[in-house]
């Protein structure tokens, strides 16, 4: 299957910096990618959909001042906390589908814990 | 808006035995389609099996397998076979045809596989 690589694995920062994310898709062109959240023991929560060259769409409740997205190219999309709090420590997980092959399965990063100090 | 139920939090089986697990969802469209991604402990998901409501044959793949009942609107993943590796957390994913296509997901069922 496709591989869709993230990065940093695993990162702790402290209260008021920023962190950014990154998100690649190694072996095909990501049309779209999603970026999710993850609470222990909890499902996937989407936050935002990421199109190439265009702006994110943010789910409802989802500041998009805190967690910018940029997608400038087909293989790549990042999510930059912003200004991070203790509250934004979680697991944040990426995924990446091409075009035209909307209709299939999207694959995901391997995550990335943010631990904010 | 769609909504996919996984009423199991926790399921164990023994190694080498046969478990099953539940999922349903909500929905008015006829096409869209059915996933099922495991989350092992490494918190990497990987695509189990997939399903298109259009087809009435159930997805099959290896040891993983669904039952797809699109007018109860149920899709069961069962495992045959289990092996100490399936443990993991398995979520059920809707994803409409046409739009955006973004999946939705439950919220998991925890995986015990007893040796």
């Known amino acids: 299957g496709a591989v869709v690589s993230q990065h940093p694995s695993w990162v702790i920062c402290k209260s008021g910096t920023s962190v950014k994310i990154e998100c690649r898709s190694l072996?095909?062109?990501?049309?779209?990618m999603f970026w999710y959240r993850q609470f222990p023991k909890q499902s996937l929560m989407l936050m935002a959909t990421?199109?190439?060259?265009?702006?994110?769409?943010?789910e409802q409740g989802v500041e998009k001042d805190k967690f910018l997205i940029n997608h400038a190219s087909l293989t790549l999309s990042t999510l930059t906390v912003t200004s991070a709090h203790p509250e934004d420590s979680s697991f944040y997980i990426c995924?990446?589908?091409?075009?035209?092959?909307?209709?299939?399965?999207?694959?995901f990063g391997q995550g990335t814990r943010l631990t904010v100090v | 808006a769609q909504t996919v139920t996984q009423s199991q939090p926790e399921m164990s089986v023994q190694e080498a035995e046969t478990v099953t697990l539940s999922c349903t969802y909500d929905?008015?469209?006829?096409?869209?389609?059915l996933f099922w991604y495991k989350q092992p402990p490494s918190r990497q998901m990987i695509l189990v099996i997939r399903?298109?409501?259009?087809?009435?044959q159930n997805a099959t793949e290896n040891r993983f397998s669904v039952n797809f009942q699109k007018a109860a609107k149920s899709f069961s993943l069962k495992i045959s076979d289990s092996q100490l590796g399936d443990a993991a957390m398995y979520f059920c994913?809707?994803?409409?045809?046409?739009?955006?296509?973004?999946?939705?997901f439950g919220r998991g069922t925890s995986l015990i596989v007893h040796p």
């Open positions: 995924s990446a589908r091409s075009q035209p092959r909307e209709n299939t399965e999207a694959f």
């Open positions: 072996d095909f062109q990501a049309t779209t």
């Open positions: 990421s199109n190439e060259g265009s702006k994110a769409t943010y």
């Open positions: 929905t008015s469209e006829s096409d869209y389609y």
């Open positions: 399903q298109e409501a259009y087809k009435q």
């Open positions: 994913a809707y994803m409409k045809s046409g739009g955006s296509y973004i999946p939705t």
